[in-house]
């Protein structure tokens, strides 16, 4: 404890919304109030950023026109992903991987166009503003499951072709389809470990000491 430690209550709520907060692909319509989707993009932009790059752009998607045609990009890829994964393609093709028709709001993140000149903390590792980004976009996502609002990260999309759709700049590139509403519950677990999909592994498989795999 430090005098700057929040309290037990603060502290716990913090470590809730971490360990509860879920990918989530079921959603059951309804809305997100627009003071309440302004303080989700708040603390999504409250992110820290290389050389405070602020790289993130989210675009909020409102017709239902684009939306579906967001949907049409994902499917497509969610074919060829299946195609590529050979004998796992079927078992891939039964997980729901986007909740695109049934969540409330759609939002796209994406890096801004023009970033070759932020050089701070990006001259050996250029990645570091995705690296920004997904910390806004765990912001946004922690933030959701502290409001009690599920979210969900696609990432199946040909980001070229959802660039083109969305009249994005050259130079800027969409990283995340987010779908973001209210849930009928939240998954007690990783859907992917639910479906048999994926096992987590232990932590301390992870944490090395001084030298990689050295785990004390
Ligand atoms: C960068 C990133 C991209 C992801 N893309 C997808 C996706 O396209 N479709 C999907 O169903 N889940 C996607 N996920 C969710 C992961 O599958 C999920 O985070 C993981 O299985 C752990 O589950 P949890 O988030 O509920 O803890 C993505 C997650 C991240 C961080």
Not at 26 to 54: D, I, K, N, W
Not at 122 to 134: C, G, I, V, Y
Not at 167 to 196: H, N, T
Request: glycine share 6%; charged share 25%; hydrophobic share 45%.
């Amino acid at each position: 404890m430090t005098d700057h430690t929040f309290t037990h209550p603060e502290r716990a709520a913090v470590y809730r919304a971490i360990a509860e907060r879920r990918d989530m692909r079921h959603f059951c319509g309804g809305t997100v109030a627009p003071e309440l989707l302004a303080r989700l993009l708040e603390a999504a932009h409250h992110a820290p950023s290389v050389g405070l790059m602020q790289p993130w752009r989210f675009l909020r998607i409102t017709d239902p026109a684009l939306r579906a045609q967001i949907q049409v990009q994902v499917e497509e890829e969610r074919v060829r992903t299946a195609e590529a994964l050979g004998e796992r393609s079927d078992d891939f093709m039964k997980l729901k991987v986007e909740g695109i028709s049934d969540c409330a709001e759609v939002l796209v993140a994406a890096l801004m166009d023009d970033r070759d000149k932020h050089i701070f903390g990006r001259r050996t590792l250029p990645e570091m503003d995705m690296a920004s980004l997904s910390c806004a976009i765990q912001n946004l996502w922690l933030a959701a499951r502290a409001e009690g609002l599920g979210m969900g990260w696609v990432s199946l999309f040909d980001p070229q072709a959802l660039a083109d759709l969305l009249q994005m700049p050259a130079g800027s590139k969409p990283l995340a389809i987010l779908c973001l509403g209210p849930v009928k519950e939240f998954y007690p677990a990783p859907m992917l470990v639910i479906e048999g999909w994926a096992q987590p592994r232990a932590l301390q498989e992870l944490v090395y000491e001084n030298t990689w795999g050295v785990i004390e």
